[in-house]
T-cell receptor, first 111, second 115 residues
Framework: SQQGEEDPQALSIQEGENATMNCSYK?????LQWYRQNSGRGLVHLIL?????REKHSGRLRVTLDTSKKSSSLLITASRAADTASYFC???????????FGEGTQLTVNP | DGGITQSPKYLFRKEGQNVTLSCEQN?????MYWYRQDPGQGLRLIYY???????QKGDIAEGYSVSREKKESFPLTVTSAQKNPTAFYLC??????????????FGSGTRLTVV
């Protein structure tokens, strides 16, 4: 079963704009992670945020986590055409030993 | 460079055939995973292994088999019992333990098509 659900399913923006993607989940987690997948390729790990953290930054990425609402958001600032990809959240549940992935947000950044 | 290698990149299977997808890692990771991805969808876990000579079924294990004889290798066999095998298959690895510090490292995938 898919623990994480991303919203929106698809997002199209202009280069230079910010992109925000959201993820909701259902059970208690140790951490939440975001991955990027370029078309036809494997996933690349972007950032991991622990359940006791509320915000984390990495370059142009900003991730927030609200465990009371069981939700997370990924913000990509000053987007570039090269950011065009699918973005997945993945949850590391306290009850299990492996990640569970959502269905992803397809981001298109138009030049 | 350390990483995960999946081969082949493209694979064609005839009806009734078994095929094996290769996954090799040189990251010294204990845990390895196989995921299936259908078009426009997320990843579904097929099998995972946290240690050599041990593996567990994931959410969609029917019609698949694996082995873990070496730490570096985790091949996936798609058997004739898998009725709809056409998909993109992704292998991943990670460190093991109760606390995860890093994410998974993924291979570049194998696209399997039934002909």
């Amino acid at each position: 079963s898919q623990q994480g659900e991303e919203d929106p399913q698809a997002l199209s923006i202009q280069e230079g704009e910010n992109a925000t993607m959201n993820c909701s989940y259902k059970t208690s987690i140790n951490n939440l992670q975001w991955y990027r997948q370029n078309s036809g390729r494997g996933l690349v790990h972007l950032i991991l945020i622990r359940s006791n953290e509320r915000e984390k930054h990495s370059g142009r990425l900003r991730v927030t986590l609200d465990t009371s609402k069981k939700s997370s958001s990924l913000l990509i600032t000053a987007s570039r055409a090269a950011d065009t990809a699918s973005y997945f959240c993945a949850t590391d549940p306290t009850s299990g030993s492996r990640l569970t992935f959502g269905e992803g947000t397809q981001l298109t950044v138009n030049p | 460079d350390g990483g995960i290698t999946q081969s082949p990149k493209y694979l064609f299977r005839k009806e009734g055939q078994n095929v094996t997808l290769s996954c090799e890692q040189n990251l010294n990771h204990d845990a390895m995973y196989w995921y299936r991805q259908d078009p426009g969808q997320g990843l579904r876990l097929i099998y995972y292994s946290q240690i050599v000579n041990d593996f567990q079924k994931g959410d969609i294990a029917e019609g698949y088999s694996v082995s873990r004889e070496k730490k570096e290798s985790f091949p996936l066999t798609v058997t004739s019992a898998q009725k709809n095998p056409t998909a993109f298959y992704l292998c991943a690895s990670s460190t093991s333990g109760t606390v995860m510090y890093y994410g998974y490292t993924f291979g570049s995938g194998t696209r399997l098509t039934v002909v």
